[in-house]
């Protein structure tokens, strides 16, 4: 059975180690950095408790997906459903959407499917797949916490602008990596 390959990460050396090669695999890929980013920005624009709902609920989606990429579930367009989340997420900071708190972390929750799945297939063979597993989960939520962070300044007027003009930058990232361009 072939694997999509995740695009983003070629030529990244990930070695054959468990936590730490689990940790750098989201930091290798600007695609998973941006989206993970977006998570934490939008969290805060959607206040408590969304705040660390989202970076809850993402981490725990994405570990299942990454345990369907480990056995090789079938799951097509994966770099697609990554690329689609920095756009889909990054609108939601640059618009500052506001839906239920339900519908965030449905949407988040299914784009956690494709990032998983690609940390998951992209699992060096020698790897402890529970130590690698915590690894990249660990990374994730704390470039969530980095979303966190920026986002933070949204409690001033200028924060707030460079808060959305951060969720631009990301959904045009997103769109370069859609069609191929970066």
Do not use: Q
């Not at 998983?116 to 690698?132: F, I, K, Q």
């Amino acid at each position: 059975m072939a694997v999509e390959p995740a695009l983003a990460h070629t030529g990244a050396d990930h070695g054959a180690g468990g936590f730490a090669t689990g940790f750098l695999h989201p930091l290798l890929g600007p695609d998973h950095v941006i989206a993970m980013i977006a998570v934490g920005l939008w969290g805060v624009f959607l206040g408590a408790p969304a705040i660390w709902v989202l970076p809850i609920v993402f981490p725990l989606v994405m570990a299942l997906g990454g345990v369907f990429g480990m056995i090789e579930v079938p799951l097509p367009s994966v770099e697609t459903g990554i690329a689609l989340s920095a756009v889909v997420l990054g609108l939601c900071v640059a618009l500052a959407a506001k839906p239920p708190l339900w519908m965030a972390a449905l949407i988040v929750g299914a784009f956690a499917i494709f990032h998983g799945y690609a940390h998951g297939a992209e699992m060096p063979v020698a790897s402890d797949a529970v130590s690698y597993a915590l690894g990249f989960v660990v990374a994730t939520g704390l470039l969530h916490l980095c979303g966190i962070g920026f986002g933070s300044l949204a409690r001033w007027p200028a924060g707030k602008l460079a808060v959305r003009a951060a969720g631009v930058l990301i959904a045009i990232a997103g769109g370069a990596f859609l069609s191929g361009i970066a």
